[in-house]
């Protein structure tokens, strides 16, 4: 009587097939954990070669994201007068009307800013009030409409600049000045 090992090599296919499946699906979670594990770093490197762009170009991160004790460069003219066309829906007479006020002003703030003879607490008084000779300025320019969203703006930015008057990031404030700490 012979005995076959066909029962035996029957039932070993069927182990080694159960375990290569069990392999086979662990290779295939690690492979998705793999990929979600490759899009999180992806997206963290593009997020941190976007906000380093920002910087580069002199944008400063959306309020509540600034860098702590980071100083943002003031914008240029061309870039509140844009900004201001965009939140006023200013006319291109508006604008040709406005832009060599902000120019004046911006002027008048440089020299400011590099005066070092006069004190911190003179020099944001002198910030102020250049603020309020140019927004008494443009003020007159604007629609009934664009005077109250001005007003908004400005309540706004005096909010950012906190109570020393230096400015957060606002368009036409001094944005050279190192950003009030978050009240709370």
């Not at 900004?83 to 440089?110: A, C, F, G, V, Y």
């Not at 607490?121 to 000779?133: F, G, P, V, Y």
């Amino acid at each position: 009587m012979t005995t076959s090992n066909a029962p035996i090599s029957t039932a070993a296919i069927f182990v080694a097939a159960g375990a290569w499946q069990r392999v086979y699906k662990e290779f295939y979670r690690m492979k998705k954990v793999m990929i979600c594990l490759l899009l999180t770093v992806a997206m963290a490197c593009c997020g941190t070669a976007l906000y380093a762009q920002m910087q580069d170009q002199g944008q400063a991160p959306p309020p509540g994201q600034a860098g702590g004790g980071m100083q943002r460069m003031p914008m240029s003219t061309d870039q509140r007068l844009q900004h201001m066309t965009q939140m006023l829906n200013l006319s291109s007479d508006q604008q040709m009307k406005i832009r060599p006020i902000l120019d004046n002003e911006s002027q008048q703030m440089q020299a400011l800013r590099s005066d070092t003879s006069m004190s911190r607490d003179d020099r944001m008084t002198k910030m102020k009030s250049i603020r309020e000779n140019t927004n008494s300025q443009i003020v007159p320019i604007l629609t009934s409409q664009q005077q109250q969203k001005w007003q908004q703006m400005q309540q706004m930015q005096s909010q950012h600049r906190g109570p020393q008057g230096g400015a957060m990031g606002a368009p036409g404030g001094d944005q050279g000045a190192p950003p009030a700490p978050p009240q709370q």
